[in-house]
Every structure is written in structure tokens, then in C-alpha cells.
């Protein structure tokens, strides 16, 4: 967390960029309320995802290359020790990214849900803790930061095409249509959706949040048993 505060730049990224990001999609859709409310939903939810995977990732292997990571490897601490502390300092920022977001969102923007804004609160934090995870399992197998940033393209891009946000799920390609079926991002769509359309939790909200939790507590585990002392 103190390494996060020397570094504003990186702040902004994960605070600010999101909420700019809705306010242009808002005024992208001027005039068109019932689209904004669609994709808006949606992409509050794949926003923090994006956001907190690239910079999890870099900063985790700038850690390495560096040399930091290795002298507190050489301590009492395990490697899963390690990595859940990276991700609660940056579950930290994810929290307040979400409330800004959201809070942007629903009173700023005036996005229409049916539900309650907290239900969107809780799976934005819960699709941002999954881009730390699989920010932080992803960085195991770069050796520089510019090949993170490739593994942007290579994991999250298919999940974008595929998550529903495009076309519905439904309607895809059966061979599409099952891929997208264990993806994590669709998800995280799926459970903004429900939040959308139903005013109470519902069992596939449920089942939904269910899915990205487990998703970010499996690449955390996976992130663990692959992490590596130093690049080679």
C-alpha cells in the first residue's frame, strides 16, 4: 500500500480511468437511455476486471525483476502468503474503485436498475478481485513487462468477445456458446445483468457471483504453486 501511494500515476489509473471510461460511454449513448443501461451495467462490471489485471500483473513482475521478490522469498513466507497479501492491498484500491464506479454509475450517470446498487457494488468488487488474481497468476509466466502487457490480448480479449456483451450467449455458436460457459467474464456479465432486470438476489445472481469468486480463489491458488523467485 505504501508503494501504491508513492505511485499517483498508478492510482489514477485504477481510480479515475474507470469512472472516465463510463462517462464517455454515457455520452456515447446520449439520447439512448435503455442501451446505456445495457452495456453500461455490463462494462462496470469488465472495467475493474481490465484495469486491475494489467496493473497487478506488471506491478507483481516488477517486483521480480527487480529483485524484491526473491529477498522476501528468502524469509519465513510462503508463496501464497505473498500473493494474498499483494491482493489485499490491491483489493484496497478495488474497493473504493468500485463505490466511485458505481456510485458514477447509478447517481451520476443515472443508469436504471432494477436491483440494488449494492448488488452491483458487490460483483464489480467481486470481477475486480478476479483481475487481481489472474493479474497476479499470469505474472508468473512473463519475463518482462512488456510480455504482461501481451497477456492482455491473449486472456481477456476471447473472455470479452465471448461474455455476452456483444450478442447473447444464446445465441452464439454451440461451440461458442460452450466456451463462453466457463469463462469467468460471462459471469461477471451475467451477474449484472441480473442486477439490472430482477429487484431481489436471484438463485443465478447467486450462482453467478459464486462463479467469479471461485475463479479469482482458483487462479490465486494456481498463481501460488507457479509463482517463480526471480525472472530468468
Same mark, same amino acid.
Given at each position: ?75 519465513? %513466507? /510462503?508463496? #501464497?502468503?505473498? =500473493?494474498?497479501?499483494? *491482493?489485499? @492491498? ?5 474497493? +473504493? !474503485? ?31 478481485? %478476479? /483481475?487481481? #488474481?489472474?493479474? =497476479?497468476?499470469?505474472? *508468473?509466466? @512473463? ?5 504482461? +502487457? !501481451? ?31 466457463? %469463462? ?49
Amino acid at each position: 500500500m505504501r508503494q501504491l501511494g508513492h505511485d499517483p500515476r498508478t492510482i489514477a489509473l485504477m481510480l479515475v480511468v474507470p469512472c472516465v471510461l463510463l462517462a464517455v460511454l454515457s455520452w456515447v449513448y446520449d439520447g439512448k437511455q435503455h442501451t446505456f443501461d445495457q452495456v453500461g451495467a455490463s462494462l462496470l462490471g469488465i472495467f475493474p476486471l481490465i484495469l486491475m489485471f494489467l496493473v497487478t500483473s506488471i506491478a507483481t513482475l516488477r517486483e521480480r525483476t527487480s529483485g524484491t521478490l526473491e529477498r522476501l522469498l528468502s524469509m519465513p %513466507l /510462503g508463496k #501464497a502468503d505473498l =500473493l494474498g497479501g499483494y *491482493a489485499l @492491498a490491491f483489493g484496497g484500491v478495488a474497493v +473504493v !474503485q468500485a463505490c466511485l464506479a458505481t456510485g458514477l454509475a447509478v447517481w451520476g450517470l443515472g443508469l436504471d436498475v432494477v436491483g440494488s446498487p449494492w448488488l452491483l457494488l458487490v460483483i464489480a468488487l467481486a470481477d475486480a478481485f %478476479l /483481475g487481481i #488474481a489472474l493479474g =497476479l497468476f499470469v505474472s *508468473a509466466f @512473463a519475463a518482462s513487462e512488456f510480455q504482461a +502487457v !501481451q497477456f492482455m490480448p491473449a486472456v481477456l480479449l476471447p473472455q470479452l468477445l465471448m461474455c455476452g456483451l456483444l450478442v447473447p450467449r444464446d445465441t452464439m455458436q454451440p461451440v461458442l456458446a460452450a466456451v463462453s460457459d466457463v %469463462l469467468p467474464m460471462s459471469y461477471a456479465v451475467d451477474g449484472m445483468t441480473q442486477v439490472l432486470q430482477h429487484s431481489g438476489v436471484t438463485g443465478d445472481f447467486v450462482r453467478d457471483l459464486a462463479v467469479v469468486a471461485a475463479c479469482a480463489l482458483l487462479a490465486l491458488a494456481l498463481g501460488a504453486a507457479t509463482l517463480r523467485r526471480r525472472t530468468p
